[in-house]
């Protein structure tokens, strides 16, 4: 059976939205271990998370302060703040209450869970005693839903636009992440190498990359390296070259997937030929800029091919 | 519970469950005494153990005064109504009988018009209806049926039979509660079902699914079968989009559709897809911005083309509502004769025509004892029902009727059955009535039992669920062999 274009995109931003919510939950929880490592009074500030997912301007609508404590509020418990991850789970629930026909049967009832979990706990979990433990949750309760998804959906269209959706996502925030990183390590460097190297296994873990990682390289984690895994790796799921090779694989089935081709290819040769070894961190920002440039020219183009009406 | 059972009585009405000296009704025996033997901690558990199901499953409905707020779970009982299955044989039967007889009445009207040249029915009573649509003259739809799903909703009277309230012939809501009800009850009672032979109900989608892929224009092994809702905020979009999953067909808003050369497609992934038969759950005057009304955006344009060229099956047929009419009501019995040559096997309520001089004099006179309703109006908004309403009611609605009598009818105040219900960690009778959904195509068929709406407030007569009702699971029970 084919797929109605309205249907296809709400999958699509379903799989977004929660894959977003879990990255930012990932993302929360790696910088939240990262600060614990820094000696006090060498603690960098929070506010790169909020610049990371250019999020400043409706931050500063909400809150005159960059504190831990409101940057964490507006990043996980915030209900209209974008990007939050009580807002995509809600927004997530929102497309799933539109598209449960096409979804396995159980998927329904775990995001209404998950999105009434969120709701009840999220408030109470931006104090640090409490934050570990609700974004671990958060983040079992995505992979439970992600686990359905694969063990149980036809491989059919719904399941390719949950897909292209979740990829675009990944390639996203996984792009953030790193713009986090080299932010923060900008700001660090002078004072502590210690935590530089803290930092960037944090980022590791964040991406769920750590063991991946040391298996692939070894140990020792050189930023260097760690940028070169992040980008360019072919087995690790959520490396940007994964994610767009993935993305083209999933488009092949589909109607007239040559423009989206194009784009994706064109992407994958910049991220290729980026050199981390020679280049500077400023350099580094200015790739993951233009990255994220494209992923939007990405999304433009899945609307002209298959969602338009 | 057992004293709260031992006591429970309903006087001046027929109790679903017990009877009038307290004994339980056969069938309903290993019922009550099992509820008998839970404490009240246990009874609050299997309440909270629904709530808790209701909540998970994301059941929930809506009504229209609530604003943004669209989810509230919705109220149930736990406590089954249970029906013999013999006395749900003649009902079953006699529900068959009047769907084809209404089915006969539309496509007459639409086309001959025999009944109303032989007097049967004065003619401005349909002509002159709100529901009678011009725009459907002269179709006769396959098998000649407009009416595809109809929601019939029942009451039991004092003297234990089944009366007719009304026929739901346009877009009747409800069934999803029905299925959703036995879900629940499952999961809550799951060791009653040990002692009962209950008949399921849970092949309805597929019924549903069989009945409208007879209706396709085009011979094919597996028609495109459209659910067209008006999207995420009407009350019961719950509903469209647990059928649409149900019967396997594609959940589609107006804006999906499109109209060319008199063919309707709907617009996917993979370009356009024709479509065969679009089972519409909004109202004929939404449907089609061209012929209904223009400002619409829940329609598609040139839908009415499409279904008059015969490319397309719309259920229920645009134009249904003409028999669905409360005053055409009165004459349901009368069409049974006409058409089927048969007698009634289940009867309407009597029913007083406003516009009709001597019915409208006694009306007047008899207000405290009547109920009056609008001609056609759904959901219960406008009504009066006389015992129960103030003298200043009683006086609105004589005005009510002396400048509109045509938009009025009345009927005798019914004793509602009444089931045992937990309120309040009692056990307290509740009034309820019945919805079986009726379904017509190439066959036809009815589902066993229905849905089961309860007014949850003490001595309320309203059931709607826009209106604080509630429901129970409604168990059709055959003796086990």
New interface residues.
Partial sequence: ????????ERLYWTARYLERAESTARLVNAYTQFVFDIPVGFEPGWESLIRTIDANDAFELRYKKYSERNIIKFLIADNDSPGSVRHSVRAAR?NV??T??CLPESW??LV??LH?YVGDHAVSSVARRNRFQFLERVIRRMQQLRGIVHSSMPRD?AYR?MRIGSLIECADMTSRVVDVAAATTMQIKQENAAATESLWANLLRSLSALSAYRRETGPVTETDEIIDFIFKSKSFARSLHFCLNSLEEETEG??NPRPVWHLVRKTRSTILAFDAEKSSLQDLRTCIDDFQLQLIKLNDEIYKS??Q? | MKDSWKSYRSPDCFDELITGNGAPRSAARRLVSHFSKLSPEEMEARKEAAELAIREMGISFTIYSQGSNIDRAWPFDVIPRVIRGRDWRVVSAGLRQRGRALNAFINDIYNKQSILADGVIPAEIVLESGNFLEACRGIRPKYGVWAHVCGTDLVRNIDGRFYVLEDNLRVPSGVSYMLENREVTKRVLPELFFRYKVRPVDDYPLRLYQTLASLSPRERKRPTIVVLTPGIFNSAYFEHSFLAEGMGATLVEGNDLIVKDDVVFMRTVDGPVRVDVIYRRIDDKFLDPEVFRPDSSLGVPGIMRAWKAGNVAIANAPGSGVADDKVVYAYVEKMIGYYLDEKPLIRSVKTYLCHDQQDREYVLKNLPKLVVKPANESGGYGMMVGPHASRAMHRKFARLIEENPRNYIAQPTLSLSTAPTYCDGEIAPRHLDLRPFILQGRDSWVTPGGLTRVAMRKGSLVVNSSQGGGSKDTWIVERRK
Avoid: I, K, P
């Fill in positions: 059976m084919t797929m109605l274009s309205s249907v296809a929102e209450r539109t449960r026909d329904w009832e209404n869970e009434l269209q636009f589909l109607r298959w969602f009406r």
